[in-house]
């Protein structure tokens, strides 16, 4: 596919003239960087047959706690939310040894494990972000703020049996409002030199494709990765063969969100400023790679690689309307019909 775009792009000379040269090439990388993050993330949560249409603002407010947590001004509550995934891990790390208890029992000291350690937890990340952090606090703190997103959305969806196009849409329009409330809707600057050289040239390259491997080895070298793809296939018969669906499905949703907070970083990192409109659209896009990049929106089949040239020709179909002269309002008509385009390709296929 990206192949074929390019070919046909290159047919008219004023985009062959442009997009062919040494200055123009790195831009569009730059230009893909944000999706392909988000891209890699979206691909495990479509491998269980799943959908996350809150990594754009989950990014938004993955941005805006990074900002906040640099200058010492991030809200109280929010230190909560950094907590909540330190919380689930002490929670996880102690059931295994409750297992000879009754299930009420086991459940009721796992919930009073988890309270007492988000309150914990709480209290000591609102004392030490209180006088703002250096960028590795701040990166770390908008990371914790995207797997916290996952985390509640994966937790939902896979325990609550919640279908997950309505349980991302509340997290959609939840995440997007607390954005708003933390900052009064205004921006908020980060303008820290060490910070902005994270959102350009190489450290942004280098980033991006260190996310595309880590999500490629452990989609292919691990059985986490194994046990995604099994639950896309078939959940029914995962859960009989004794795969945690609940946790791997969990899983999935946090590695979107732990996406959705790298993404957070190169756009904040790139622009000096985490805008509260940050990532709007942007579930649209990533959803858009993946299904370009070849995975099938029923589950259980695609590669990380797909969704890196998946993204990839979204941006070279952008760049290319735009060289070639297609007015703004057609482009995205003419994307829309690329994508419906893939996925009755992909539907055709998997019934042949």
């Known amino acids: 596919m990206l192949a074929l775009v390019c070919a046909l792009f290159s047919l008219r000379a004023d985009f062959r003239q442009t997009f062919w040269t040494q200055s123009y090439l790195p831009n569009v990388l730059q230009q893909s960087a944000r999706n392909i993050v988000l891209a890699v993330g979206m691909s495990f949560v479509i491998l269980t047959a799943g959908i996350d249409l809150s990594v754009g603002s989950v990014l938004a407010l993955s941005g805006v706690s ?15 939310v950094v907590a909540l995934p330190g919380a689930a891990l002490i929670a996880w790390l102690v059931a295994p040894r409750l297992r000879a208890l009754p299930s009420r029992t086991r459940t009721s000291i796992l919930i009073s494990v988890f309270l007492l350690a988000e309150g914990v937890g709480g209290f000591a990340a609102a004392k030490g972000l209180a006088g703002g952090v250096k960028v590795e606090g701040a990166i770390l703190v908008a990371l914790l703020v995207g797997v916290a997103c996952g ?138 790679a993946v299904v370009i990049g070849g995975t099938s929106l029923s589950g259980g089949q695609g590669s990380i690689i797909g969704a890196l040239v998946g993204a990839l020709t979204i941006t070279v179909i952008q760049a290319g309307l735009v060289l070639v002269g297609i007015k703004d309002t057609l482009q995205p008509v003419i994307l829309g019909g690329v994508i419906v385009l893939t996925v009755f390709v992909d539907q055709v296929r998997r019934k042949l």
């Open 151 to 288: 985390l509640v959305n994966g937790g939902i969806v896979s325990v609550g049996r919640v279908p997950s196009f309505v349980m991302t849409l509340g997290m959609m329009s939840a995440a997007r409002g607390l954005t708003l409330y933390a900052t009064d809707g205004s921006s908020v600057p980060a303008r820290v030199p060490r910070f902005l050289a994270l959102g350009q040239g190489t450290p942004l390259l280098l980033i991006t494709f260190a996310v595309v491997v880590a999500g490629a080895l452990l989609l292919t070298r691990t059985r986490a990765g194994r046990y995604i793809l099994a639950i896309g296939g078939n959940e029914q018969a995962s859960r009989l063969t004794g795969v945690n669906v609940a946790g791997y499905k969990t899983l999935a949703y946090m590695l979107s969100g732990l996406a959705a907070g790298i993404g957070a970083v190169l756009v904040t990192a790139k622009f000096g400023v985490a805008d509260t409109n940050a990532g709007t659209g942007a579930e649209l896009d990533a959803i858009a």
């Open 66 to 80: 990074l900002a906040m947590a640099l200058y010492g001004t991030l809200p109280g509550w929010m230190a909560f």
